[in-house]
């Protein structure tokens, strides 16, 4: 049973950091692109950022870029999510997803075969 688990989320200032991890188990993902995505009530699940495997490219929404970073461990089967000066619109549901299917969109939650449960971060003025 392949299982995604996200921790890491909380409740934190805005210009405060967060770290999210996602371990994953009953499949190995190393090969695989991954990606994080959020979601804010009332809107649709978006992309954060997505990684093709451990050290390689890694695709960032505008909106992200500059103060988040994926990384990915291949040996622990695991992914994070540094979050840096967070910002108020950075309050959603975070989800770690993968892999992504063969040529599909990063940007399309469809595209992703597997889901954590999320965790929630909150970011208050």
């Known amino acids: 049973q392949v299982q995604l688990v996200e921790s890491g989320g909380g409740l934190v200032q805005a210009g405060d950091s967060l770290r999210l991890s996602c371990a994953a188990s009953g499949r190995t993902f190393t090969s695989y692109p991954m990606g994080w995505f959020r979601q804010a009530p009332g809107k649709e699940r978006e992309l954060v950022a997505a990684m093709r495997w451990s050290g390689g490219s890694a695709t960032y929404a505008d909106s992200v870029k500059g103060r988040f970073t994926i990384a990915r461990d291949g040996a622990k089967n695991t992914m994070s999510l540094q979050m840096n000066s967070l910002k108020l619109e950075d309050t959603a549901v975070y989800y770690c997803?993968?892999?992504?299917?063969?040529?599909?969109?990063?940007?399309?939650?469809?595209?992703?075969?597997?889901w954590g449960q999320g965790t929630q971060v909150t970011v208050s003025s």
């Open positions: 997803a993968g892999p992504l299917a063969p040529s599909g969109d990063s940007y399309s939650a469809r595209e992703y075969t597997y």
